[in-house]
């Protein structure tokens, strides 16, 4: 049987209301992101590279009402590696840890939930955040539970919380861990980006980080 978490993110075009995502001038680490077609069991790398302590340039909001910048990512919003395909076999579900940005807020916030975009046969079995390491870790592994994290110096998988609920200390950056569950009676399937509902002093708000995940019998 198929499960879908859904969430209101369907359709939620590049940095939709937010106003803080990264210009082309942001360094934008390759490692975490590849164009290689993966398979279950490969985790992508950890990198090396802290996030700017700059302010995000400004990009325009899809929201007039909306005042200022409310989340800032690290790399940018749908960077030249954010087309990742994995293969998937058999009929059983799959789990992945997928932790791909690091975001922060620049007011007081707080989470109301962290997903995917919508994707019938995609699943988000669990969602937490933990304050960012100065060397960040990024990537997607396979398995539940990920007993590879807690051993990871680059993320502090020991210190996450639920995102549901989580409050936000500005400017401090943070990962966001999502446990993905695949049904393969569902391929193919894709996603598009990590969606974070929040509220803040303007009031309730969402903000996508596109990146495009692809799941297929054959990539």
């Known amino acids: 049987m198929?499960?879908?978490?859904?969430t209101?993110?369907?359709g939620v075009g590049v940095c939709a209301l937010l106003s803080g995502c990264f210009g082309s001038s942001s360094p934008e680490p390759t490692a975490a992101h590849s164009h290689r077609h993966r398979s279950p069991g490969t985790s992508q790398s950890t990198e090396a590279t802290s996030?700017?302590?700059?302010?995000?340039?400004?990009?325009?909001?899809?929201?007039p009402t909306t005042s200022g910048a409310?989340?800032?990512?690290?790399?940018?919003?749908?960077g030249r590696h954010s087309h990742v395909c994995y293969t998937i076999s058999g009929s059983t579900p799959v789990d992945y840890v997928y932790y791909p940005v690091l975001f922060r807020a620049t007011s007081a916030t707080v989470l109301t939930s962290a997903a995917v975009t919508y994707a019938d046969g995609v699943q988000v079995a669990g969602a937490w955040i933990a304050p960012s390491t100065p060397t960040r870790g990024?990537?997607?592994v396979q398995g539940w539970p990920p007993s590879d994290l807690a051993a990871d110096p680059s993320v502090q998988w020991s210190q996450r919380v639920p995102a549901a609920g989580a409050s936000l200390t500005p400017g401090t950056w943070y990962n966001v861990f999502l446990h993905l569950r695949v049904y393969p009676d569902a391929l193919p399937l894709a996603t598009s980006g990590v969606v974070l509902d929040f509220t803040d002093t303007d009031g309730s708000?969402?903000?996508?980080?596109?990146?495009?995940?692809s799941f297929k019998t054959k990539c």
């Open 2 to 6: 198929r499960h879908a978490w859904r």
């Open 8 to 10: 209101t993110a369907v």
């Open 51 to 63: 996030p700017p302590t700059t302010d995000p340039t400004t990009e325009p909001t899809t929201t």
């Open 70 to 78: 409310a989340l800032a990512f690290f790399p940018k919003s749908d």
């Open 138 to 140: 990024s990537g997607m």
């Open 205 to 213: 708000r969402q903000g996508t980080w596109v990146d495009h995940l």
